[in-house]
């Protein structure tokens, strides 16, 4: 294609957008109010964020300027806000936990990646990663209270989605099993976690469980934290998992069963697989889903992204300050949640791609609904 | 006669259970003894007890530390249904607006709609909250409120509203007429007969009492009148209206987009607009589709409502989580509190079922 061509379509594009804003006077005016409305947002932003924001220098500086924003106040808590109260000159190591952490997520969103050596990945990725947060032969320890930011929120996230993973499948099986006894355990735990809110679950996990336990034996907040996060997303998954499961046709059962294969074997080799393909874009719903509500662990007083952002603005030398912290730490989340529904949208496009013959599926209630927290 | 398989899954069910109930009981008699070590009991009796603690934002009930624990667990359960209904009412109403914006022709429109919605949705809904309440908080005192509309008053103290009097048979009798309306089909004649005759009763009530808008005034210290929302609940209903309004435009987008094009394309070929042929041809069939999601919407929104406790409003979570840390009744007022949401939840999810059946049975589900 020649570069002359290429312009001509650009051109074109930009003709038939504009051709799609003025085609009827009253498009017109919708557009020119439109327009007018989106300045009426952007410019006022912008002044504020960037041409009377203050970069470098203190409080005084900023509140001298007081008009625009304080991204000086960002740069002097950026660390904080990041890794919470890790020492200073330790944060090296959750940095190294958190970009783990990342890179299993990415090896595991690219299809190529999909084999068995994935589980093997994740079991040494979580094992490196909490030991370098936790510290120990010879690394220095720090416990736990003092972890806090991104690291924490992305892994409440990543080890919440691969916990819950195995159990949901367990869960959904159990619900659809013909014996009473799983049936009646899958369905009563799926439909009381997914009953009541997120907080719900993590109140008991850190109020009420610790009664449970024989006298003298303490568990650690976050632990108790992560594990009510893994019962909840299981639960959700467990119902995106059975939903698959339903658009299987029996027949695929009937057909392993009648190879010869158990049926476990069955259901690992043939039917799982299809179900779980299917379901693939509510997986990426809930993924987003959970990286955002991972942040109701404020309420019970742990310090991940969204907590330490609030405190920074809380610092007695930086008070007022607010906005820019919850903007900083907004657009951490934005760009988290924004890539991983990217993602899920070009899995989609894809799937339809690589197996026309399979329709991709889509379970209204399951794509479009995020997880209610 | 049964098969070896059957009797292999009865023994693996019953060890199953065994362990189970083994693992509840050692939980069961653990959570004994811490208990009998704090000196607590299991029961219910604490609920009569009084309270001790203030609520900030009472609604129709009258609150006061000397009340007993049961009372304001009912006025956060009281302050819970406020915040839920307004705010399922108003998100439904601002995310169908939205969805059927987002679907507009124009791309000026439909692209500044979109990136409302999507900094909505990528970002957290407690970060939305807690934003907006340490906003409303750092507002200029009553004596410089912000004042956006006449009579609309913005300040530390939270939304001032002008108040309507006197329409609560008018709203009472013109809801009714409606409900008999769109229930005529089944009805019959009967259904249009009640429909007038409450429209002609809404009409009269509303001549013989007609509204009077009272905006609230300033009186030097605070502002006496009108309807007062606390920056709590303000930023609360805000934050939720906000989130589940963009969830609830992506499930209208994606009910009209899931409309057959030929049945618009007909609509249109018969000479409708494309605004007639939106409302009376497409919106009916992607309504069924669209039901339940927003029946799923309003419920994550009430479940939604507990991050209430996050900026301190009196909801049932805040309230249920004060009395448990004041009595030491933390087990008890998690289990009310679990109690009413299941309850809610389960009563959502069997309304669905039947609707769904309705769907089947007459025919017009939408594959």
Redo the contacts between chains.
């Keep these: 294609m020649s570069d002359h061509t290429v312009r001509r379509t650009r051109w074109s594009a930009v003709r038939d957008l504009l051709r799609a804003c003025f085609a009827t006077p009253s498009a017109a005016i919708v557009t020119i109010i439109a327009i007018a409305l989106a300045a009426a947002a952007v410019i006022p932003i912008a002044r504020w964020a960037l041409v009377n924001a203050t970069w470098f220098g203190d409080a005084t500086d900023c509140r001298r300027a007081a008009t625009g924003a304080c991204w000086a106040f960002v740069r002097h808590k950026a660390g904080f806000i990041l890794f919470g109260l890790y020492p200073a000159a330790q944060r090296w190591r959750p940095g190294i936990a958190a970009a783990i952490l990342v890179a299993l997520v990415v090896c595991t969103a690219m299809p190529r990646c999909w084999t068995r050596w994935l589980l093997a990945a994740w079991a040494l990725g979580l094992t490196v990663a909490v030991f370098v947060m936790r510290g120990g032969l010879g690394l220095g320890v720090v416990p736990t209270q003092q972890w806090g930011g991104l690291p924490v929120t992305i892994m409440l996230t990543a080890i919440g989605l691969a916990g819950g993973f195995p159990l949901g499948i367990a869960l959904a099986l159990g619900r659809r099993s013909r014996r009473p006894v799983p049936r009646a355990t899958a369905t009563a735990i799926v439909e009381v976690v997914r009953g009541v809110p997120l907080i719900a679950v993590l109140y008991v996990a850190v109020l009420v469980f610790p009664l449970a336990l024989p006298a003298g034996l303490s568990v650690d907040k976050l632990f108790l934290a992560q594990a009510a996060v893994i019962v909840f997303a299981s639960a959700y998954l467990a119902e995106a998992v059975r939903s698959g499961l339903q658009l299987v046709p029996p027949r695929r059962l009937d057909a392993g069963l009648a190879l010869g294969l158990g049926w476990w074997q069955t259901m690992q080799r043939i039917v799982l697989p299809e179900a779980l393909r299917t379901v693939l874009p509510s997986f990426i719903s809930i993924a987003v889903g959970f990286f955002q509500d991972t942040s109701l662990i404020v309420i019970i007083g742990l310090f991940d992204l969204l907590n330490t952002a609030r405190s920074a603005a809380q610092d007695p030398n930086w008070l007022g300050f607010f906005t820019e912290a919850f903007v900083f730490a907004g657009a951490i989340y934005f760009c988290g949640s924004a890539a991983l529904s990217r993602y899920g949208l070009w899995l989609e496009r894809r799937m339809a791609r690589v197996d026309p013959a399979m329709r991709v599926t889509r379970p209204l209630s399951l794509s479009v609904a995020a997880p209610p927290e | 006669m049964r098969s070896p398989a059957d009797r292999r ?1 009865i023994l693996l ?1 019953g060890l ?2 065994g362990l ?1 109930g083994a693992a509840l009981w050692w ?2 008699r ?2 004994g ?3 009998a ?1 704090r000196g607590l009991t299991i029961g219910f009796g604490f609920l009569r007890h009084p309270a001790n603690f203030e609520i900030g934002d009472t609604w129709w009930i009258p609150f006061s530390p000397a009340d007993s624990v049961g009372r304001a667990i009912i006025v956060g359960l009281l302050n819970t249904a406020l915040v839920s209904a307004l705010g399922c009412v108003l998100a439904t109403a601002v995310g169908f607006i939205a969805g059927v914006l987002r679907l ?6 439909r ?2 709609v979109r ?1 409302g919605v ?2 909505v ?7 939305l909250l ?2 907006l309440a ?2 409303l908080h ?1 507002l200029p005192s009553p004596q410089h409120a912000l004042v956006p509309v006449r009579g609309v008053f913005l300040s530390d103290r939270g939304l001032v509203l002008p108040a309507v009097a006197g329409v609560g048979w008018t709203i009472g009798l013109a809801a009714a007429a409606v409900v008999a309306f769109l229930s005529r089909s089944r009805l019959g004649t009967k259904g249009w007969v009640a429909a007038a005759v409450l429209a002609v009763a809404a009409a009269v009530s509303a001549i013989a009492r007609p509204p009077a808008v009272q905006p609230a005034h300033f009186t030097g210290f605070n502002f006496v009148g009108g309807v007062v929302l606390s920056p709590e609940l303000a930023a609360l209903l805000a934050a939720l209206v906000l989130h589940q309004a963009a ?1 609830i435009s ?2 209208v987008r ?2 009209v987009l ?1 409309v057959p094009r030929g049945q618009r394309d007909a609509a249109m070929a018969l000479g409708m607009s494309r605004f007639q042929s939106l409302r009376l041809v497409v919106m009916p069939v992607a309504l069924r ?1 669209m039901v ?2 927003l029946a ?2 309003c ?2 929104l009430i ?2 409502s ?2 209430a ?2 900026i301190g409003f009196p909801d049932v ?1 805040s309230v249920l ?1 004060t009395a ?1 840390n004041q009595t030491g009744h ?2 008890e007022t ?1 289990l009310i ?2 109690a009413v ?2 309850s ?3 009563l959502v999810a069997s309304g669905l079922g039947r609707y769904n059946e309705h769907l089947l049975h007459t025919g017009t589900a939408l594959s």
């Design positions: 899954a069910q199953g259970l189970t939980l069961a653990n959570t003894a811490s208990l070590q507009s022709p124009n791309p000026a429109l692209g500044l990136a999507e900094i949705r990528n970002t957290p809904l407690l970060l807690l934003f340490a906003s750092a969830h992506e499930v994606g009910a899931a589709a339940p999601l799923t919407n419920v994550s479940k939604n507990s991050l406790v996050a979570v989580n448990g933390s087990i998690m509190m679990i949401y299941l809610l939840s389960l």
